[in-house]
């Protein structure tokens, strides 16, 4: 007999975000549909299948389907076919099914404190930690099935955590911390690199330049570079690479690093190395606007001075220009919003920001977000499409993105990894 109640359920009432904890809440309901009494005795239950259905399916590859019944077995996608007569468990209407969205570059544990400032300097331990799990919570219900955070050391434990299924978030990627121009000769850089891939990072984040509100000029010498992206190859891990100017990102690309993070002020030259050697292009727009609404937040924080904003300002159209030469050029374009304190759970902004703003295709947008962001962390034969085989990473809208793009703001359901994290009821759809 199949029971109702116990399709497999992480309830929304998760409580972090809003800081309205309650105990029933923290009951998290993680259960399981399943064949009685196994259940009831509390054995391992066996899994029955979960059936899908939704209007519209956007496949992450570049493929629409139409009224479509999508079957989830445990974790994975088991079968897409036309939808028939038969019931289903979650009816999604005219609602538009797509893979979980992918964001390349977040700060996971970048946020604001009780006092709205970006500073958590005099936090406790467990205020930080609550509030960092807040927003791997709100970005998982924005739509984001994964996350690729570069990164802070304190990723770890929320990593790990979410990963086993202690607490609920997006699936997450970490850099730990990042290398930089004082990090040292080529020898010291190298043991560093070893150093962050034996403590568990997924991958390595260099600052091949300053920031923007810096001027964004190289900053790492060409050796120190070579030596960062040479040791992570050597133990198999891919390097994103924080560059403005050219020239850093030039020496990055020849040193055989995998994607080019804000890239603003990319040349022809260099969008066309990209080109030749297979690097990705992750221009980051959306970050730019947020600091700017949340001036008040930021304001007299590091190089956050008012030299540093208007710094910053000039960025916006400067990044549109390069993402349209980089689109003309077929540059490999991935999704990625670099979200800091304001922009997490507003991750899908940067879909507007690049259909609205510089001439994307919204198809185009989705799959960089989807089938492309999954070949760049080097997971694409686990997420980033709907297709037999894969994990059960969904994210349904009110509305379809590719005929208006703003539909993204407007997440219904969300499945990771064949367990419900969303689902609205269809009177707030
Ligand atoms: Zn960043």
Same mark, same amino acid.
């Given at each position: ?83 028939g ?65 570069l ?72 050796a120190?570079i070579q030596? +960062?992206? %040479?040791? $992570?190859? =050597? ?10 100017? &050219?020239? *850093?990102?030039? @020496? ?36 730019i ?50 979200a ?22 919204a ?5 960089? +977000?989807? %089938?492309? $962001?999954? =070949?760049s ?9 709907? &297709?037999? *085989?894969?994990? @059960? ?16 703001r ?20």
């Amino acid at each position: 007999m199949r029971v109702n109640n116990s399709i497999r359920t992480f309830r929304a009432c998760y409580p972090i975000l809003q800081m309205k904890a309650s105990l029933r809440c923290l009951a998290i309901r993680v259960a399981f549909r399943a064949v009685g009494t196994l259940a009831v005795l509390g054995l391992p239950a066996k899994a029955v299948p979960v059936t899908i259905r939704a209007a519209t399916v956007i496949d992450g590859r570049g493929g629409v389907l139409h009224n479509t019944t999508i079957t989830v077995d445990g974790s994975k996608i088991t079968r897409i076919a036309p939808a028939g007569a038969a019931r289903v468990d979650f009816d999604l209407g005219n609602a538009t099914l797509m893979p979980g969205w992918i964001d390349t570059h977040i700060h996971l544990v970048s946020h604001f404190n009780g006092a709205g400032r970006a500073d958590s300097s005099a936090e406790s331990t467990t205020e930080f930690i609550l509030r960092v799990e807040g927003t791997a919570w709100e970005t998982l219900q924005a739509g984001f099935t994964t996350v690729q955070s570069l990164g802070a050391e304190s990723d770890k434990v929320v990593r790990d955590l979410i990963n086993s299924g202690v607490v609920p978030g997006p699936r997450v990627l970490t850099s730990l911390t990042a290398l930089t121009d004082k990090s040292g000769t080529r020898e010291e850089i190298r043991a560093k690199v070893q150093k962050l891939v034996a403590a568990g990072a997924d991958e390595i984040k260099i600052f091949a330049t300053k920031s923007s509100r810096d001027g964004g000029a190289q900053s790492m010498t060409d050796a120190q570079i070579q030596a +960062a992206c %040479s040791e $992570a190859r =050597a133990l198999s891990r891919r390097v994103a690479v924080h560059a403005h100017a &050219a020239s *850093g990102a030039k @020496a990055a690309i020849l040193a055989g690093c995998n994607s080019i993070e804000h890239g603003t002020f990319l040349t022809d030259e260099v969008l066309d190395l990209m080109v030749q050697r297979g690097i990705y292009f992750n221009p980051n727009l959306a970050n730019i606007p947020n600091y700017l609404e949340h001036k008040a937040a930021y304001q007299g924080i590091g190089n956050f001075t008012p030299e540093g904003f208007a710094e910053m300002a000039k960025d916006l159209p400067i990044r549109i220009d390069t993402l349209k030469r980089a689109m003309a050029k077929k540059v490999m374009i991935v999704f990625g919003t670099d979200a800091v304190g304001g922009l997490h759970g507003r991750n899908a902004e940067e879909f507007i920001l690049r259909v609205r703003d510089a001439g994307q295709p919204a198809m185009d947008a989705l799959i960089s +977000a989807t %089938s492309r $962001a999954a =070949a760049s962390i080097g997971m694409g034969d686990k997420i980033g499409a709907i &297709a037999e *085989g894969m994990e @059960a990473d969904l994210v349904a809208t009110d509305g379809n993105p590719l005929l208006n793009i703003e539909a993204v703001r407007k997440v219904t359901f969300v499945m990771k990894g064949g367990v419900v994290y969303k689902n609205l009821p269809p009177a707030s759809r």
